[in-house]
């Protein structure tokens, strides 16, 4: 069984970027890497957010990218454009952005133990957050059991959630805060300067991840909006809606477009918008 560790970060006013991240390998790795990893903190718990405020914690954040660097661990995250979300949607920042950003990195790990060997299920746990926590549950829970996708035989059937207090938490959150990290440079400029402990991560080709930019989900919103064109041959929106007995409202357009972008993907090619 493979295992991934996974939390989420934003900057402080949770207005630019917001990314969830995750770490793979399997069990056996994982207990050396959190060996590694207490034997640089003492034991101590480690917010990644913290640790760059003083030189003693810019060195153990170092020391502990150095950890992940000489794992086997594979990493990988998906970064939102805020402004780009709420303008493209019209709506508000809110928890959605965790949930999109959830999802990606769920079907970005399933997809990648379909070509590991020996192929096996992925387990995933994720940082305990009493505002999320039910929401992802059932996101979750919804993926597992759609027919369409493909890869849902290769997660577990269930999702765990741990504190910060464990290890394996510590470095996912190290690594979702340098995902975001690299977001907000991206939002800065069209080639971001990267931070030379995400560089060092990427360049082990076993770390990387996804910015969703504004033009992303206008693209979305125009796909939606055309589904809903009166007169359209095939409303398919409205009739996944009427079966799932559902009301129309931007966070099911939202489930409807994972659920159209899972299709699209077990099906290997682009579907019709």
Known sequence: MYATYGDESYDEKQERVYAVAGLMTDERDWEDIQSRWLDVTGGKEFHASEGERTPEGRALYKKLVQVLIRSKLFGWGAIMNLSGYSNALDRPVDELPHYFCFIEVIKEFALRVRYLIPQDKVEFTFDRNLKTQYNCTFMY???VTLPEWSDRE???DRIAFSTRKNPKIQAADLWARE????GEECLKRNQPIMRGSFQAL???DRFACAFFDASYFTDMRRKL???REPGHSLNE???WREKHRMQDTTENRI???IYLNMVEKSAGKKHDG
């Open 141 to 143: 829970d919804y993926m």
């Open 154 to 156: 290769l997660v577990a």
């Open 179 to 182: 995902v975001m990290k690299y």
């Open 202 to 204: 990427e360049e082990t």
């Open 225 to 227: 909006i055309e589904r």
């Open 237 to 239: 929106y409205d009739a």
């Open 255 to 257: 489930r409807y477009h």
